[in-house]
């Protein structure tokens, strides 16, 4: 079984800076891309950033030069530092982690979710 558990989400002003981060946990063979989308009220999830396992980034455009995401393979464990916040980053933040499990194929795993509100 594997357990993504993120933290870090809380409601900060604009111009302010959070930290998220998701620690991947249980039967992990390896671990390929991680990466951040978000889902605000009444809009699709959309991309954030990703990275993957060789270090390459790939952020979406309104989070570019703001947002950064980083990875730390000891400890199975993705982060997004972001700066600059505006009230359109308001958003669940989620985490996604390709993963292969020991006796299993490789697939995507989501987090819980980690609400991030900025206020203006």
């Known amino acids: 079984q594997v357990q993504l558990v993120e933290s870090g989400g809380g409601l900060v002003q604009a111009g302010g800076s959070l930290r998220l981060s998701c620690a991947a946990s249980?039967?992990?063979?390896?671990?390929?891309?991680m990466g951040w989308y978000r889902q605000a009220p009444g809009k699709q999830r959309e991309l954030v950033a990703t990275?993957?396992?060789?270090?390459?980034?790939n952020y979406a455009d309104s989070v570019k030069g703001r947002f950064t995401i980083v990875r730390d393979n000891a400890k199975n464990t993705v982060y997004l530092q972001m700066i600059s916040l505006k009230p359109e980053d308001t958003a669940v933040y989620y985490c996604?982690?390709?993963?292969?499990?020991?006796?299993?194929?490789?697939?995507?795993?989501w987090g819980q979710g980690t609400q991030v509100t900025v206020s203006s």
């Open positions: 990275i993957t396992s060789g270090g390459n980034t």
């Open positions: 996604n982690v390709g993963l292969r499990r020991i006796t299993a194929a490789p697939r995507d795993y």
């Open positions: 249980g039967s992990i063979f390896s671990i390929n891309t």
